[in-house]
Structure formats: C-alpha cells, structure tokens
C-alpha cells in the first residue's frame, strides 16, 4: 500500500513537471513569437556583411549567430515562428468548427446524414494525406492559405468522429431528456448541454493537432512545397541550412530545436491534458 | 468470418477509387501536358492536335479516369515526359529501395521499442518509465527530416564515418534507416507501454503471479504474447506515415526511392511519373492496411464483430 502511494505520489510529481514544462515551453515560444515584431523590427532580414558565418555564443550582437548573408539566426528563428504557429493554430480551428458542426449534427440527429457521414470518414482516415498533399502543392502551386486548407480538409473528420461519438452517449441521458421535456430547443440541447460536455476531447486533440501540423507545415515548406522561401520560416531556414552545413552547422541546429521546444511544449500540455480531462482514454493514440 | 473479410475488402476497394479519383483530378488541374511535352517551343495548334488525340486527352475526364483504372491493373501507367520510358519500369526500379527502408526501419525500431516498452509497463510511474516516457515525446516533437540532417551533421561531417547521401554501398543505407528507426521507436514505445500495461492489469495475469510463475515467465509468455495483437495493427496502421515520412527522408540522403522519384517529377513538371508514384504508394499503404486487419480478425474473433 505504502509503495502504491509512493508511486502515485511520483507520478502526480511527475504530472505537475509536464505540467510546468509544457507551460513553460509553449508560453515562452508563444509569447517570444508573438512579440518578434517588436523585438525584432526588422524582420530578421537585416544583413550584418562585416559579421557573416558569426558562430553563436560568441557575440553579444548574434547570440545565435548568423548565416553566410549576415543574418541573425536568432531573430530570424524566433521571427520565423510566426508561420508556423500561424498555421498550427488556423488549421486547428477551421478543422475543428466543421467537424464540431458535422459531428452534432450527425450524433443528434442520426439518419442517412450519419452513416454517410461515418462511411465517408473511414475512407478519408485511410487515404494517405501526406502525399496527396505533396501532389496538390506540386500541381496548384504553394502557399501559407493552401496548406492550411488541406490540413483542414485532411483533419475535420477527426474531430466530427469525437464529437459524434460523445454525442451518442450523451443524448439519451436523464438531463438532456428533461431538457427535453420541458420544452427546450433543439439547438438550445445542443448549445448548452451537449457541448460543454465534449468540449475537453476536443481540447486535447486540438493541442495535440497544432503540434502535428506544426511539423507538417515544416515538412511541406522544407521540401520546398510550402511556404515562400522569401519568408523567414522555420521549415525554409533548415531547407537554406542543409546546403551549408558543413560550414554553418548553427543554422540548421537552432531553427529544428524551435521546432522542437515548441511542439514538445504542446504534447506534454497535451499529455497533460489528457489525464485531466479523459482519463478513460478516448482521444489516445 | 467471411463476411468480416468481404466488408474490409469492399471499404478498401472504396478507398483505392477514392485515391485514383483524387490523383487523376489533381493531374486534370496541372493544365494542358500537350503544352507542357512540347515545352512551348515552335509548334503549331495541328501538333498540340495531334499529341492531345495520341494521349487521348481530347476524351472526357471520366473516361480519361476509366482508362487510368484499367491501365492500372495491367501495371501501365503511361510513360514519362522525360525521354518516354514507361512509368512502370522507372516505379521497378525505386520501389524496392523504398520498401527495403521501411521494413528494415520497422524492424529495427520493434527490436528496440519492445523491450523499452516492456521495461517502462513493468515499472510504471518510477523514474525509468518517466525517462522513457519524456524521451519518446520528445522524439515525436521534431521533424524527421531534421533528425536526417543532424545524423548527416554527426556522422558525415564531424565525425566523418558514412557517406551523407546517394547509394553507395552498406554505409548509405545506416543513416536513412536509423532516422526512420528512431523516429518509428519514440510512437512504439508509448504504444507497446499502453498495451502492456493494459495487458498485465488481466486477470489471468495474476492468476500467472499467484501459481508461482516466474516474472519473466508470466511477462513474456502471458502478457506480452497477448499485448502483440493490438500491437500488429496499431504498426500496421502507421504504415502510411512510415512511407510518407520515408519520403521525405529519401530527399535528404538522395536515397534513390519513390520519394526521390516523385520530387525529380515535381521539378520536371513530369506528370505522369507523379501520378504513378503517388498511387502505388498509396495503393501498398491501403493493401498493407488490409493485410493487417485481415489478419487481426482472424487472430482476434471479437473484432468481427465490431
């Protein structure tokens, strides 16, 4: 007994330090994005000729160091980062409106609309989306907008598929029917009662959704399928980086470990998460 | 038993139109390809006349499709801008390379995760599941194609042992395989962790414990036996992601494979060679997919039915 409270004791310390460090890591590149404008007026596109292929930690003016056009690496990583939080949070959002409305619907409602609905997703979660995407931003050219679109479209299943599934466990419950019976509209049900109720599944696969298209948004644009090369990027400056390794190893290090910190903030928020909100394991992977 | 397999089948079949479909609309959007073959260079509006009858491009798109269809299982999937040689024979010659990259990574990365998985299951909430744990989120939360280049970084540059990209011998082949594997470890771990420890909390497990068995008996005879199941398909659904991220890496190491194939036909503008790549990959991600819960079923009677 004394040995289960101990480990559980552990675990809850251990709960509490993914706590503090998803936080830590995902507020400090947040904010640190959010602010570049501010913090780096020019944009990381200002050229220090005299200090090109700086190492870092070496010059209190480049504490990153810079690239072989005299570009601060630091600004241009933390500048960078606009991109990619930009389409990890937009495609998140747009995904999760439609599927949200298509999962109450269908859940609520029942009928024709949801065993199509259901067919339809088991067909879409099978196909696979990296390389359609990769075929479609070859054909129809790049773009921030397009590939937010495709995760959208790649992504509002997973959500529709949640929500339904809540849903059906939720709608013959005693308070919805009480609701029910005295009068309540349907789209009041669905508002105030429904869902609240589904609402911490769908934070959790939202987090754990914008750490995903964070990477692959740094995918498309690293092989040159995603965002303008013009547009500091994180994906961009490793796809830059790669062909001058061997003289400027710091320019390919610095931008994967922002990629790192910060999807690695939002999987322990969303590990955490989880066992706050679904400790019965709906949304695992 | 039947019935189970016939439905899995016909939800594939759904899922191969569905593929076909989108590819053949995606190359409908690239525009005129008579005008792209020619390169825009001296020809008359008779030439492009003539190259649009031979390709049959004058024929309606649902046609168009139906003759993709049937070319496709006769393994012809038309000929590249390039030079002409059948897409087929250029798809011979990169497949393996690419399969030989994901089964290598796959079983690379089961020899590693299991006993990892199991380790950290057994010890659940001490600080060897913790690490375990924190060093497999952490390999989920970086881009693989970067782990490719810090591999390239370590082991060309500076400590200068294998050859950082192309074909060249056993040496090309540690690097992209060791990404992949890595990659493929930090999901298996967290997964053979989850299905262990659901597993060991049985009760047949304790029933193990209670006669007298051994540990390491009741832990690789009972529980991991029966942890595989889920295990299988849960590795048989990452396939997908497996030859996605697969390709991706191939164009770090020039490794020559579908990823290469399909980015060389990007930048040529080569269609056709695009279309080919992209649906049989996906036409082996679907099949595998298949083969897997087929095989699940027939492992496991209560998936039926589901």
């Known amino acids: 007994m004394a040995a289960a409270q101990a480990v559980s004791s552990a675990r809850r310390h251990f709960r509490s330090l993914e706590l503090v460090l998803g936080l830590v890591l995902t507020a400090g590149m947040g904010l640190a994005v959010l602010f570049s404008g501010f913090l780096f007026p020019d944009g990381g596109e200002s050229m220090d000729l005299m200090a090109r292929l700086t190492p870092p930690f070496q010059s209190l003016a480049h504490p990153l160091g810079t690239d072989p056009l005299g570009r601060d690496v630091l600004a241009r990583v933390i500048v960078g980062g606009q991109i990619s939080l930009t389409v990890g949070v937009l495609s998140v959002v747009g995904a999760v409106i439609v599927g949200t409305i298509v999962g109450l619907v269908a859940g609520y409602y029942r009928g024709i609309a949801e065993v199509l609905l259901m067919r339809f997703a088991d067909i879409q979660l099978a196909l696979p989306f990296i390389l359609l995407a990769i075929m479609f931003l070859a054909i129809l050219g790049t773009g921030v907008d397009k590939i937010i679109f495709f995760m959208i479209v790649a992504q509002w299943v997973q959500y529709a598929r949640l929500v339904r599934g809540s849903v059906l466990a939720l709608r013959d419950r005693e308070f919805i029917l009480s609701a029910r019976a005295i009068g309540v509209g349907n789209g009041r049900i669905i508002f105030t009662h429904i869902l609240p109720n589904v609402l911490g599944p769908i934070v959790i696969l939202m987090t754990l959704n914008v750490a995903n298209n964070i990477l692959l948004e740094s995918s498309l644009t690293f092989l040159g399928l995603g965002v303008d090369p013009l547009i500091p990027s994180w994906g961009g400056m490793l796809a830059d980086g790669r062909t001058y390794l061997q003289t400027a190893w710091w320019v390919s290090v610095f931008p994967g470990l922002a990629i790192m910190f910060t999807v690695l903030g939002l999987n322990l928020l969303g590990d955490w998460l989880r066992d706050l909100l679904d400790p019965t394991g709906q949304t695992s992977r | ?306």
């Open chain 2, 1 to 306: 038993m039947a019935g189970f397999i016939l439905k899995r089948l016909l939800q594939a079949v759904f899922v191969v139109l569905a593929v076909t479909l989108i590819v053949s609309f995606a190359i409908r959007l690239s525009g005129d390809p008579a005008i792209m073959l020619m390169g825009g260079g001296n020809v008359t509006e008779q030439d492009l006349q003539n190259i649009r009858q031979a390709l049959g491009l004058e024929r309606p798109f649902f046609v168009q499709y139906l003759s993709f269809l049937e070319g496709m299982t006769t393994g012809d999937f038309g000929k590249s801008f390039m030079g002409g040689t059948p897409v087929s024979m250029l798809i011979a010659n990169a497949l393996p390379a690419t399969l030989l990259l994901a089964f290598t990574s796959l079983i690379a990365s089961i020899i590693l995760s299991v006993p990892l998985g199991v380790y950290a299951a057994v010890n659940r909430g001490r600080w060897p599941d913790q690490m375990i744990r924190i060093l497999s989120l952490v390999g989920l939360s970086f881009p693989n194609f970067w782990l490719a280049i810090m591999m390239v970084l370590l082991f060309s540059i500076v400590l200068g042992l294998l050859p950082p990209s192309g074909m060249e011998g056993p040496e090309s082949f540690v690097m992209p395989a060791l990404t992949m594997a890595i990659i493929l470890t930090a999901t298996n771990v967290r997964l053979v962790r989850t299905s262990m420890l659901e597993t060991l909390s049985q009760q047949y497990i304790m029933v193990a414990r209670s006669k007298g068995l051994r540990d390491r008996v009741v832990l690789y005879k009972h529980a991991l036996r029966n942890s595989a199941i889920p295990l299988v398909t849960y590795i048989g659904l990452q396939f997908g992601g497996l030859i996605g991220g697969i390709v991706i890496i191939e164009r770090v190491f020039n490794w020559p494979g579908m990823g290469t194939l399909a980015f060389d036909a990007i930048s040529n503008r080569d269609y056709p060679v695009l279309q080919g790549t992209i649906t049989v990959l996906a036409l082996f991600i679907v099949l595998i997919n298949l083969l897997v819960d087929i095989a699940y079923g027939l492992i496991d009677p209560r998936i039926r039915t589901e």
